[in-house]
């Protein structure tokens, strides 16, 4: 509801939340609790009709997500979910490789196809078997699992991805 599906490293996000029943005249506070590789808990100003809140996390991964409000003892839950904090854009290595696990397999797969692979393309290792090992009928449809597989991760497919590999 009012929680961002992500956050950057070293940017910040600030939330609007209408005040409503959580009147700060009424000694309600708001707060924004995030749990996982570390814990930040970020307090929200109050101002009009609304609470801000700026969420600044200094450390990426995937974290629980809590907004609450609360008055003394008494704690209300406003909204809660997951939230995956990116690293830091500015601060990535030069010649990085950005690429996903998904499309460095499925670029190795493809390769093997077309046989221009690199040693260590050809070295790695699917449910036990080499990709150059494998027989064609599977890397075809090995390709066709990661193709998908990278097509989710950029939001251009189904959110579910169903294979079965050498029969199984």
Not at 13 to 26: E, G, M, R, V, W
Not at 71 to 88: A, S
Not at 116 to 144: H, P
């Amino acid at each position: 509801m009012y929680l961002p599906e992500e956050l950057i490293v070293g940017f910040t996000k600030s939330l609007t939340i209408p005040i409503t029943k959580y009147d700060p005249n009424a000694g309600w506070t708001l707060h924004v609790s995030l749990r996982g590789p570390a814990e930040y808990v970020f307090d929200g100003t109050a101002g009009g009709k609304e609470w801000s809140i700026l969420l600044a996390p200094t450390k990426d991964g995937l974290y629980q997500a809590t907004i609450y409000a609360q008055r003394g003892l008494e704690r209300e839950l406003i909204d809660n979910g997951r939230i995956r904090v990116q690293p830091d854009p500015t601060t990535i290595e030069l010649h990085a490789d950005l690429r996903t696990h998904a499309e460095r397999v499925l670029e190795a797969i493809e390769a093997v196809i077309e046989k221009r692979a690199t040693k260590d393309q050809s070295q790695i290792t699917i449910n036990g078997t080499q990709l150059v090992k494998t027989s064609w009928s599977d890397l075809q449809e090995i390709k066709k699992y990661y193709t998908a597989v990278v097509a989710q991760e950029q939001g251009k497919a189904p959110t579910e991805v169903v294979f079965t590999f050498g029969g199984v």
